[in-house]
Each structure stands twice: as C-alpha cells, then as structure tokens.
C-alpha cells in the first residue's frame, strides 16, 4: 500500500524548490489568482491538467471530471465555468480529451461498473449521435479513437451553448472556447479543430471540426 505520508514530504521538497527559484512566488499568489485559461478535462491521472502544458500554479483554472464531460445540469461544471467567466474573466476555454479514455472506451462498449454508468450516458448519446460516422472507421481503436474526438468536440459545443458563455459572447467579453485531444502515447497535446469566438461561429466551427475528424 502506498503511504500517503511520502505526499507530504515531497510536497516540502517541492515547496522549498520553488521558493529557492522564487522567493516571493507563493506570497504573489496569495494576493491574487488571474489565470487565462480554464480547462476542463478528464479525471485520468495520466491526464495532469498543468503539468502537461508546463504552467506553473495561477495560471489556470481546472475542473476535472470522467470523460471530460459538460453537461447542462451539472452544477458543480457550471459554476466553475460561472466563476471562471464573470469572476477571473479567463480568455480561454480548452475542452481536453485524451485518447485512450476509460469512460469513453467504457460508454461505447456498454460496459456495466454501477452509478458512474448513469454519468457515461452521456458520452453514449455522442456515440448515438455519430453512428454513420463511426461506423466508417477502420477498427475498433480507430472507432474509440474517433469517439474520443467527437466527445471533445460535443463537449466544447455544450460549453459554447451554457447561458454564461452565451450572455459573455453579448456583452462582448473577450472569450475562446477550444477542444483539444492529449496522446497518452506521446504526451503530445493536439487541436481538435474547434475554435468558436462567438456565437455565430458555433454552427461552421462544428461542422469544420467534425469533417475533420477521421
Ligand atoms: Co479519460
């Protein structure tokens, strides 16, 4: 069993590194947090949000979840999306997929692991969606591979229709919302081809990222 005291001890070697780097970084950081970008990814612990594209802590703000998902309801999604927007007025939304998904590998094959099979519903409704689409593709880590992309892409749109990016957009508030995909393979981050700056992009932007796709 791993020992969670071990947390504790490199938390204090990472500390007093960043303060022998920066005397004063911690004591700026409690003054204020004005990160650009918020991102929404998946829970995968191979998937760590700031470490991957190298940003040091205050430089964005996270919200994690299985499959990455953004659902209308889901309070908890959107008020960090809420807070993001109005309150730190972030320049930047990535939606983050990454290949290799569990959820999404678990949604497409129906596979039973009890309530979280209720969340991946979701994730279902994106393989219902794209049927013809998916059964295009060559093999089944081809199909998965495309699912985890059109997720992405479903996903950003659900950020892109939430009444706070809506009402940012009319009041012309500064805000991008992008889908990006991670390969647990290279660690390589990749634009899923979905950028929407306002709400008249949103129809070609799907329609562009989805032709894409394959
Ligand atoms: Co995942």
Redesign the pocket.
Known sequence: MHDVNQLFASNQAWAARMIAEDPAFFQRLVEQQAPAYLWIG???SR?PATQLVDLPPGEMFVHRN???LVVHSDLNCLAVLQYAVEVLRVQHIIVCG?YG????DAAFHNRAFGLIDNWLRHVQDVRNKHTQLLATCTDDTHRLNTLCKLNVIEQAVNVCRTTIVQSAWQREQPLAVHGVIYGLKDGILRDAAITVTGANELDTQVAHAVAQVK
Do not use: L
Request: aromatic share 0%; hydrophobic share 35%; glycine share 16%.
């Open positions: 998946c829970s995968d998937v299985v499959a990455n990454h998904c569990g959820g999404v």
